[in-house]
């Protein structure tokens, strides 16, 4: 003691800098990775909040009309530390004030998984920190609790994706529910390889709905009947191709002349086929509180459809802020926190799947 005495004098002037050490360090802090597809992201959640989420996207792909694995995989290695960083500089943490590391694990493309799995299991290891496997469809439901104000549990999610399509009866968490999901292709492949079949370049979804802004859901398409509350998309693109064929032979430049139109029905279609099956649910599960979350959530004519049901059912409705509809690191990093609160910790022997069942 004496011999600190000159220390005491510092020690009482700086007690509001050393509350601030002293409150970050019993804090909950999470880094989120995310690298399942073509999309380099890294977020840092304290206590349930996002302090940051940074993506580094992918444009080498479009000249090739779609994903390459290989490609994206050499993409991420070169991305994973620069965003990283810019995530942990931007949160103003350091690394030794991580409380765990969560990435995705499952499901995406298995090259891509790998390196955000490497990088995360290579860090908790270095660090000594907890390692949070994190599926990356649970995170699109919870990135609902983002924002603020978030739904009460328990709550039904449409998530829609370019994978995957699901209604989710989430009763907290890290309990969540499928309901029903799709038995072939997900809705956002349905936007886009029929945004392909209209010579849309890649990605199409975008474009489609872009297009469907300016027409009117004129011409119709087959929606598939499937009992229950399970999905199917492979005989809408079915139909998409069989009518532009039969119009071509009479009029090749149909698709040029009806572009809007065709993107507006065609995504009509889409989109009354997700809203009749979560009306289903929501009157199945007499749930009022309903969201949307997925990729394919980020879409206007969707949205719209969606909120303008809600209002029509007296839902309650939620939507992501659009940063959190896309594949994001945030969504992984609020899932990780969750995950940590429950020591839902994963050995460093854990692997990436390229598919896996959802069970949470």
Same mark, same amino acid.
């Given at each position: 003691?004496?011999?600190n005495?000159?220390?005491?004098?510092?020690?009482?002037?700086?007690t509001?800098?050393?509350?601030?050490?002293?409150?970050? #360090?019993?804090?909950?802090?999470?880094l989120?990775?995310?690298?399942?597809?073509?999309?380099?992201?890294?977020?840092?959640?304290?206590?349930?909040?996002?302090r940051?989420?940074?993506?580094?996207?992918?444009?080498?792909?479009?000249?090739?009309?779609?994903?390459?694995?290989?490609?994206?995989?050499?993409?991420?290695?070169?991305?994973? =530390?620069p965003?990283?960083?810019?995530?942990?500089?931007?949160a103003?943490?350091?690394?030794?004030?991580?409380?765990?590391?969560a990435?995705?694990?499952?499901p995406g493309?298995?090259?891509?998984? &790998?390196?955000?799995?490497?990088?995360?299991?290579?860090?908790?290891?270095?660090?000594?920190?907890?390692?949070l496997?994190?599926?990356?469809?649970?995170?699109?439901?919870?990135?609902?609790?983002?924002?603020?104000?978030?739904p009460?549990?328990?709550?039904?999610?449409?998530?829609?994706?370019?994978?995957?399509?699901q209604?989710?009866?989430?009763?907290?968490p890290?309990?969540?529910?499928?309901?029903?999901? !799709? &038995? @072939?292709?997900?809705?956002?492949?349905?936007?886009?390889?029929s945004?392909?079949? =209209?010579? =849309?370049?890649?990605?199409?979804?975008?474009?489609?709905?872009?297009?469907?802004?300016?027409?009117?859901?004129?011409?119709t398409?087959?929606?598939?009947?499937? !009992?229950?509350?399970?999905?199917?998309?492979?005989?809408l693109?079915?139909?998409?191709?069989?009518?532009?064929?039969?119009q071509?032979?009479?009029?090749?430049?149909?698709?040029e002349?009806?572009?809007?139109?065709?993107?507006?029905?065609?995504?009509?279609?889409?989109?009354?086929?997700?809203l009749?099956?979560?009306?289903v649910?929501?009157?199945? !599960?007499?749930? !009022?509180?309903v969201?949307l979350?997925?990729?394919?959530?980020?879409n #206007?004519? &969707?949205?719209r459809?969606? =909120?303008?049901?809600?209002?029509?059912?007296?839902?309650q409705?939620?939507?992501p802020?659009?940063?959190?509809?896309? @594949?994001?690191?945030?969504m992984?990093?609020?899932?990780g926190?969750?995950?940590?609160?429950?020591?839902?910790?994963?050995?460093?022997?854990?692997?990436?799947?390229?598919?896996?069942?959802?069970?949470?």
């Amino acid at each position: 003691y004496a011999a600190n005495k000159p220390f005491l004098p510092f020690l009482f002037v700086n007690t509001k800098i050393y509350s601030a050490i002293y409150t970050m #360090s019993a804090s909950v802090v999470i880094l989120g990775i995310e690298s399942s597809c073509d999309e380099t992201a890294a977020a840092v959640c304290i206590d349930g909040q996002i302090r940051s989420n940074i993506i580094a996207t992918q444009a080498i792909h479009e000249q090739y009309g779609g994903v390459v694995p290989e490609l994206a995989s050499r993409a991420h290695m070169q991305n994973i =530390l620069p965003v990283v960083q810019q995530a942990m500089q931007q949160a103003g943490v350091g690394m030794a004030q991580l409380s765990g590391i969560a990435f995705t694990q499952a499901p995406g493309l298995i090259g891509a998984l &790998l390196v955000g799995a490497s990088f995360a299991k290579s860090l908790a290891l270095a660090l000594q920190k907890p390692l949070l496997a994190v599926h990356h469809m649970q995170a699109h439901v919870l990135a609902n609790l983002i924002n603020q104000p978030a739904p009460a549990f328990p709550f039904l999610c449409l998530t829609v994706s370019g994978g995957h399509t699901q209604i989710v009866l989430c009763h907290s968490p890290l309990h969540l529910e499928v309901l029903g999901e !799709t &038995l @072939d292709d997900a809705a956002g492949e349905a936007f886009d390889k029929s945004a392909k079949l =209209l010579g =849309l370049p890649y990605p199409g979804g975008p474009l489609m709905d872009k297009y469907a802004q300016q027409g009117n859901a004129v011409f119709t398409f087959a929606e598939p009947q499937i !009992t229950g509350l399970n999905f199917s998309f492979s005989g809408l693109k079915t139909s998409v191709l069989y009518f532009l064929q039969a119009q071509q032979k009479t009029n090749p430049r149909f698709v040029e002349e009806n572009l809007t139109n065709l993107c507006a029905s065609i995504q009509h279609t889409i989109v009354t086929i997700l809203l009749k099956k979560l009306k289903v649910a929501a009157k199945q !599960t007499g749930i !009022t509180r309903v969201c949307l979350a997925g990729g394919v959530s980020a879409n #206007s004519g &969707l949205r719209r459809a969606f =909120l303008a049901l809600g209002t029509q059912q007296g839902w309650q409705t939620f939507i992501p802020a659009f940063e959190y509809c896309t @594949d994001n690191a945030a969504m992984i990093a609020i899932t990780g926190y969750y995950q940590y609160l429950d020591n839902r910790y994963a050995p460093l022997s854990v692997s990436p799947t390229a598919r896996a069942a959802f069970h949470a």
